[in-house]
């Protein structure tokens, strides 16, 4: 079955330093890849997303999402993080087979000032 | 940019009452959809909606759910008889268009409560 895969759940940092949060997903075909984040108490935001072309997406706030095919990936940067990144992130697939959403279990980021 | 807006973004229910929950999609999405997130766990596809009918559901999507698209504008999720299990965040989404090269919009959510 087609699944997408959030190996950290929880995830400390310090306000300036890097992030990369991991994402893989299981299906061989075309896939539509998507980061969301969800600050507490708001809806899910589009950070970016990766439709086809250039691997290495850039989004909002200064983050950036790197699709390896090979290794069904897609996982989230962002070389410095700030206390307002605080929040939980989802990473999302879309794939040719059923053209429904399917999402990871979310990491829980904290910044701390 | 347009909005996904679902309301309430709070409801507590009691157990076994009927509950609503209101979604209005973006004015020219065709594709309508809800997903549900449990707390603490992942979001879950609920059901896709196009053109007055049901396209796909779930196996949480049993008979105890129904949707709807009463006046061309909102899109309603009922639960007909709320049980304890089916508090979470209730996320409304619509597209233009299904498939790849779409992504959807989501809404804020309704946090349902059943007591």
């Known amino acids: 079955a087609q699944s997408v895969s959030q190996h950290n759940h929880h995830v400390i940092l310090s306000e300036a330093a890097s992030l990369e949060l991991g994402c893989n997903y299981s299906?061989?075909?075309?896939?539509?890849l998507f980061w969301y984040v969800q600050y507490p108490g708001q809806h899910l935001q589009l950070l970016l997303k990766y439709f086809s072309g250039d691997p290495l997406v850039k989004g909002i706030k200064g983050f950036e999402a790197e699709f390896i095919k090979s290794k069904f990936s897609f996982n989230l940067r962002k070389p410095s993080v700030q206390w307002s990144d605080t929040a939980e992130y989802f990473c999302?697939?879309?794939?040719?087979?059923?053209?429904?959403?399917?999402f990871g279990t979310g990491t829980r980021l904290k910044v701390l000032a | 940019e347009p909005e996904v807006t679902q309301t309430p973004s709070h409801q507590v229910t009691q157990m076994g009452q009927e509950v609503i929950l209101r979604c209005v999609p973006i004015?020219?999405?065709?594709?309508f959809y809800w997903y549900r997130q449990i707390l603490g766990q992942k979001v879950e596809f609920l059901v896709s909606?196009?053109?007055?009918?049901?396209?796909?559901k779930s196996e949480i999507f049993d008979d105890q759910f129904s949707v709807e698209r009463p006046d061309g504008s909102n899109f309603t999720l009922k639960i007909r008889s709320t049980k304890l299990e089916d508090s979470a965040m209730y996320f409304c989404a619509s597209t233009v268009a299904q498939g790849l090269g779409y992504g959807y919009t989501f809404g804020s959510g309704t946090r349902l409560t059943v007591v």
């Open positions: 999302a697939v879309i794939t040719s087979g059923t053209y429904k959403y399917i």
């Open positions: 004015s020219n999405h065709l594709y």
């Open positions: 909606f196009y053109n007055n009918e049901i396209s796909e």
């Open positions: 299906y061989g075909g075309t896939v539509n």
